[in-house]
């Protein structure tokens, strides 16, 4: 699953750049208004946000348990946001050692982009999407993760209102680590679940 481009997804980036020079050719909006308009969007949109905040949550006890009660306040306490036109509404759901959390947009692709940066290619492809929600460890397997049976796979589907992301276990032997080591240890897919740390 990870590396393929589904057929679905060149389908789309068509459609999107003939919108594009549809409303290029009317005088609507330029190129170049695009170009920055997405540029303005992804300033600053990284798995590097995402990590910031899971590093605080393990160093912090009280933030931990506000990021939990309420991402999208939480979060904002660290300049960050969901991100998106609208706003959305931030969920964090912790991996624990008997349940781990995975994320999928049935739907669409809905994602907090703000906090893990552009989604991959798989996470927004039919087949992870149909997928993960009817064999969820199957599909976990595939990223080279494999959970033992006693553990329980919950799998949140994002909307255009609510996103979640995946708050994982601390790993054994990072006690001594500050908040900025301990970020460099958490990768994307880790926040959306489909790895461990």
């Known amino acids: 699953m990870t590396g393929t481009t589904s057929h679905?997804?060149?389908?789309?980036?068509r459609q999107?750049?003939?919108?594009?020079?549809l409303l290029e050719d009317r005088g609507i909006v330029t190129g170049a208004a695009v170009d920055e308009a997405i540029d303005a969007?992804?300033?600053?949109?990284?798995?590097a946000g995402g990590a910031r905040v899971v590093a605080?949550?393990?160093t912090d006890p009280e933030f931990r348990a506000r990021l939990l009660a309420d991402g999208t306040t939480a979060v904002?306490?660290?300049?960050?946001?969901?991100?998106?036109?609208?706003p959305q509404r931030l969920r964090v759901v912790?991996?624990?050692?008997?349940t781990h959390n995975v994320v999928v947009?049935?739907?669409?692709?809905?994602?907090?982009i703000r906090l893990l940066g552009p989604s991959p290619s798989w996470y927004k492809s039919e087949?992870?999407?149909?997928?993960?929600?009817?064999?969820?460890?199957a599909v976990l397997a595939e990223f080279g993760l494999v959970l033992p049976d006693d553990v329980a796979v919950t799998v949140w589907d994002s909307t255009s209102e609510t996103r979640y992301m995946v708050l994982p276990r601390r790993p054994a032997g990072t006690e001594g680590l500050d908040e900025p080591s301990l970020a460099a240890l958490i990768t994307r897919n880790a926040l959306i679940g489909t790895a461990a740390l």
């Open 94 to 98: 912790e991996n624990t050692a008997d």
């Open 8 to 13: 679905s997804d060149a389908l789309i980036s």
């Open 56 to 58: 605080r949550a393990w």
């Open 105 to 112: 947009c049935t739907l669409c692709s809905c994602y907090p």
């Open 76 to 86: 904002a306490e660290l300049g960050l946001s969901a991100g998106g036109v609208q």
């Open 127 to 137: 087949a992870y999407r149909s997928r993960v929600v009817r064999e969820p460890r």
């Open 16 to 21: 999107v750049r003939r919108l594009e020079t």
């Open 41 to 47: 969007f992804l300033t600053g949109a990284s798995a």
